[in-house]
């Protein structure tokens, strides 16, 4: 089957099983390599770089196929606002809406009002993506408990490795994000193959693996990844690579 069959399939399948989804997305050290752990450091890349982590805008563009809206969850102040829609422009990233902080906003209470302002908007199931350097798995386990029928998944990028509660799915890359997606019947072979295609054809590895974020010397191991024997090449070969990048 062709990659333009696939679409069609997987849009068919998901869009009748699953009307109305919304991604929810952090933007900091989720979508671009900001480094919050950093406080001038962060400030510098906030205002003066446009870099994402590697397929990031990719992974968003083949989630499209199946979700209704993407929203970006920004916990930066709202003078920030031109920074991000460049960042969005440049990356070519489709989103309803984008949401920054009023500077007085408690971060948590913010965060967690946005997501079930999105939900109660009318979306009958949301996949939430964030990172584990501040509280995103807190919130995003929050919200799942307060909208248990709502939430499909949360996903949580690896950055500080630290532990994570049970509702949490950890990932390292857009592409064993994609994996997980396939898994749960909602992306196609074919694009997860994409996918990890393009991470293998990225010339520069520290896109996916700033010198910030945690670099998993074992690769996928511990990550859980079911095995599909479509994928396995694939899969073997990202895996492979990260292992020979984080030695």
């Known amino acids: 089957m062709g990659r333009f069959a696939a679409l069609i399939l997987s849009v068919t399948f998901c869009t009748s099983l699953f009307a109305q989804i919304a991604i929810?997305?952090?933007?900091?050290?989720?979508?671009?390599?900001?480094?919050?752990?950093?406080?001038?450091?962060?400030?510098?890349?906030?205002?003066?770089?446009q870099k994402i982590f590697s397929g990031m805008n990719d992974l968003l563009d083949e989630m499209s196929?199946?979700?209704?809206?993407?929203?970006?969850l920004s916990a930066s102040p709202r003078l920030f606002n031109y920074n991000i829609e460049n960042l969005l422009e440049?990356?070519?990233i489709e989103h309803k809406e984008y949401f920054t902080r009023d500077g007085l906003e408690d971060k948590a209470e913010y965060k967690y009002e946005k997501i079930v302002s999105v939900i109660e908007s009318g979306y009958e199931k949301v996949i939430l993506i964030g990172d584990d350097i501040?509280?995103?798995?807190?919130?995003?386990?929050?919200?799942?408990?307060?909208?248990?029928d709502k939430v499909l998944a949360i996903y949580i990028h690896r950055v500080t490795n630290q532990a994570l509660p049970e509702s949490s799915i950890p990932y390292y890359t857009a592409?064993?994000?994609?994996?997980?997606?396939?898994?749960?019947?909602?992306?196609?072979?074919?694009?997860?193959?994409?996918?990890?295609?393009?991470?293998?054809?990225?010339?520069?590895?520290e896109r996916a693996f700033p010198e910030f974020t945690h670099c998993p010397k074992s690769g996928f191991e511990g990550l859980g990844l079911e095995a599909f024997e479509g994928l396995e090449e694939v899969?073997?070969?990202?895996?492979?690579?990260?292992?020979?990048?984080c030695r």
Do not use: C, W
């Open 175 to 205: 592409f064993d994000l994609a994996h997980r997606e396939f898994a749960a019947g909602r992306m196609s072979e074919e694009q997860v193959a994409f996918m990890g295609q393009a991470i293998l054809d990225e010339p520069e590895f």
């Open 90 to 92: 440049e990356h070519e």
């Open 24 to 49: 929810v997305t952090d933007l900091d050290d989720t979508v671009k390599r900001t480094n919050v752990q950093e406080p001038e450091k962060a400030l510098y890349n906030a205002l003066f770089t």
């Open 65 to 72: 196929h199946y979700v209704d809206d993407v929203f970006i």
């Open 134 to 148: 501040e509280l995103d798995p807190v919130i995003y386990e929050r919200v799942k408990t307060d909208y248990p």
């Open 235 to 245: 899969t073997e070969l990202v895996d492979q690579r990260i292992i020979n990048y």
